[in-house]
């Protein structure tokens, strides 16, 4: 008899003949025990959905918003907890001065002027060493389109999978996801969670993954279908500080350096 991995219909709180899921395999190693206590030092909530543009929104005179063209033909933005990523013009890890400070934001930062396509560069901050626990909460809620995110620098152990347990709600959201965590019936399990750097989120539900955040540096965060990466649906988890970094070294490259000098044309002379 065959198995299913990561059954579309997410119910991975009870054992099945038919199907398994990520959350319900075992480790082979030894897992961080720190990992597995009660409260992590941090706590993430992360819905991501999309924005879907009105014709009068998206193509306004003297503008341009990136998009992604749907297969249903919607004009769409993908949104990390309300925010699309922009990418910084240069490497954070050695040209951090190159970004200027007020193009950063999150989910308890945001511009000011941000607006419902919120597009700068979203960034968590994690302290070096925290446990961390991030809840990934599925509000796009296209049928058979589960995201499959990856996590640079690091691998994650997935505590649990699922949809809401509420027969009354039909489509999960953030408040929802919250409400749930606060009653405990988000599903968890802490006997031998597996490791993996990369996990689909079922669609119109959610995933729960810890790791400890020993590694420092900044590292993407992304959903792995490139067309909604190109429309924001990723971030940048900054672990530690500068001071946690090894220094620059002397006359290392940085952007544009390996362009040719720009020399100006001569000047125009009348004949």
């Not at 990520?22 to 030894?30: C, G, M, S």
């Not at 699922?162 to 996801?177: E, F, T, Y």
């Not at 988000?186 to 969670?193: A, G, K, M, S, T």
């Not at 279908?225 to 429309?231: G, K």
Request: a neutral charge; glycine letters at 4%.
């Amino acid at each position: 008899m065959y198995k299913v991995l990561n059954p579309l219909d997410a119910i991975c709180n009870r054992p099945r003949r038919d199907a398994v899921c990520v959350n319900q395999l075992r480790n082979a190693k030894k897992v961080d025990r720190a990992l597995l206590q009660e409260r992590p030092d941090v706590k993430i909530f992360l819905p991501f959905r999309f924005l879907v543009y009105r014709p009068e929104d998206l193509f306004r005179p003297n503008t341009y918003n990136r998009f992604l063209a749907a297969p249903g033909g919607d004009h769409v933005l993908s949104l990390i907890d309300e925010i699309s990523h922009v990418s910084p013009p240069a490497p954070l890890v050695s040209q951090l001065e190159d970004t200027p400070p007020e193009q950063f934001c999150n989910g308890d930062n945001r511009p000011a002027d941000c607006g419902k396509n919120c597009m700068c560069t979203h960034m968590i901050d994690i302290p070096l060493n925290a446990i961390v626990e991030v809840v990934l909460v599925d509000e796009v809620q296209s049928p058979n389109l589960s995201h499959p995110f990856h996590l640079h620098g690091y691998a994650f152990n997935v505590i649990g999978i699922g949809r809401s347990p509420d027969q009354n709600v039909k489509k999960i959201n953030l408040k929802h996801a919250l409400d749930l965590d606060r009653r405990g019936l988000l599903n968890r399990q802490f006997n031998l969670p597996p490791a993996k750097d990369t996990i689909a989120v079922p669609n119109n539900g959610y995933v729960i993954f810890r790791f400890r955040a020993d590694n420092p540096g900044y590292w993407l965060f992304h959903c792995h279908f490139l067309m909604h990466i190109l429309i924001g649906m990723n971030l940048i988890v900054h672990v530690g500080t500068q001071a946690d970094l090894p220094p620059v070294p002397p006359n290392f490259p940085t952007c544009g350096n390996h362009l040719p000098p720009i020399t100006p044309p001569p000047p125009l002379t009348n004949h």
